[in-house]
């Protein structure tokens, strides 16, 4: 089993920047794709950003957000940079053991409780 913790949301103006980690317990997750989702009030959880043998991100935050392993070997980090008032949402980590462009919730086998990320404009 794997327990993945988030941290990091919180409240940021439009254009600026917040930084996300989620910690994993239980197993080495070094060999694991990472993944980040966000779910919007009254949206459906979406993809946001992954980590496994390369990274993937969606089209609404290429460019702006960058996802790395943390210096604790069993964390994820998701920088956000260039907020966006769309960006509010709760961030998903989660977390599946193997690698490939994972995109969809189904794919990921451990799931975080979520952390509030709020973008004023």
């Known amino acids: 089993q794997v327990q993945l913790v988030e941290s990091g949301g919180g409240l940021a103006q439009a254009g600026g920047s917040l930084r996300l980690s989620c910690a994993a317990s239980?197993?080495?997750?070094?060999?694991?794709?990472m993944g980040w989702f966000r779910q919007a009030p009254g949206k459906e959880r979406e993809f946001v950003s992954a980590?496994?043998?390369?990274?993937y991100y969606s089209d609404s935050v290429k460019d702006r957000f960058t996802i790395s392993r943390g210096n604790a070997k069993n964390t994820v980090d998701l920088q956000m940079n260039s907020l966006k008032p769309e960006d509010t949402a709760v961030y998903y980590c989660?977390?599946?053991?193997?690698?490939?462009?994972?995109?969809?919730?189904?794919?990921?086998?451990?799931w975080g409780q979520g952390t509030q990320v709020t973008v004023s404009s």
């Open positions: 989660a977390a599946v053991r193997g690698s490939g462009r994972l995109t969809r919730e189904y794919e990921y086998d451990y």
């Open positions: 239980g197993r080495t997750v070094r060999t694991y794709t």
């Open positions: 980590i496994g043998d390369r990274t």
